[in-house]
């Protein structure tokens, strides 16, 4: 890591620790007003299939003016055109562009961030599903470092992407940079105690933000889940286990349970909850796991020389 990122993180650290609560406050309430706006025009050019980074229609491609939305491969991108877009966007802005394409298709479920999948070695690694298409961002440690003794020996992160499941390009056709700008906010999201965290806002939350969520209000969202029959249709799939008092629960009150959930669409604990009412000795407990539509994280493969 170079010297200059962390003082810069360092010093950037005592800023936020200097500012007072209001200005904090004033500060968040700036970046949201800023996030707004962008993401209302992001939302208004995409809904007519067109881009807000450069104005053109997703079918369009201008070499003069590279673009993240070519990614999208609605023109017609090469592979080769490819490090023409890293020159002029970071990571952070190809990731934003990535997710809020997916996330306005089919909501947080085609973003798979979530840690849990994800391997220690990794500073992250991310699978993001638009339509046919599907992209992978991926980090080790090691690409962060920077692998000693070869060309690649600076902090840099690896591409995937797939058309209708055929490789288009490959983990290891680039390595690409970081910029001094991403960097930095890595070094500060990774540094727990910074007080900083890179939002990619509403428009741009995957499944580990969903599932944080879920976990920090499970009553809520019990409540408004709807059933899903169909599990690869919703974003997570909700399994219930409902213990009864000795002698179990009576049979009619299982039947009606049953019925609402069939009527309302509602999830089994919740019509379980409703219909027993608050007994003690009933105890529902709910397993809330990502659906099989979440894209499974798209491994790379370990090799000796990456
Ligand atoms: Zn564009
Ligand atoms: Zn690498």
Wanted: aromatic share 10%; glycine share 6%; hydrophobic share 35%.
């Amino acid at each position: 890591m170079q010297e200059d990122i962390l003082r810069a993180a360092e010093s950037f650290k005592q800023q936020i620790q200097a500012l007072s609560k209001e200005e904090s406050i004033a500060h968040l309430e700036k970046q949201r007003a800023h996030y707004n706006e962008e993401y209302a025009d992001f939302l208004e050019h995409y809904e007519c299939e067109s881009c807000y980074l450069c104005g053109k229609s997703f079918k369009t491609i201008s070499k003069s003016r590279p673009c993240p939305h070519w990614l999208l491969r609605r023109c017609k991108f090469k592979k080769k055109d490819f490090p023409k877009i890293l020159e002029k966007y970071d990571f952070y802005q190809i990731s934003a562009f990535l997710r809020w394409v997916a996330n306005a298709e089919a909501g947080v479920k085609s973003i798979n961030n979530l840690r849990e999948e994800s391997s220690e070695r990794k500073v992250f690694e991310i699978t993001i599903q638009w339509r046919n298409v599907e992209w992978t961002l991926d980090c080790s440690r090691n690409d962060f470092d920077g692998h000693t003794g070869t060309k690649a020996d600076f902090p840099h992160w690896h591409f995937q992407m797939r058309i209708d499941g055929n490789q288009f390009i490959n983990f290891n056709d680039y390595h690409i940079s970081f910029t001094k700008d991403d960097q930095l906010k890595i070094v500060l999201e990774q540094d727990r105690g910074s007080g900083f965290l890179h939002s990619f806002g509403a428009g741009g939350q995957g499944m580990q933000e969903y599932m944080e969520r879920l976990t920090e209000n499970p009553d809520a969202f019990i409540k408004n889940a709807v059933r899903a029959d169909q599990p690869e249709e919703g974003t997570v799939h909700m399994q219930s286990f409902v213990k009864g008092p000795e002698g179990g629960i009576p049979g009619e009150k299982i039947d009606e349970a049953m019925k609402m959930a069939m009527e309302t669409g509602k999830t089994l604990a919740h019509c379980f909850r409703e219909v027993l009412g608050d007994n003690e000795n009933i105890s529902i407990s709910t397993i809330a796991s990502p659906a099989d539509s979440v894209p499974a994280i798209s491994k790379r493969t370990k090799r000796k020389r990456r």
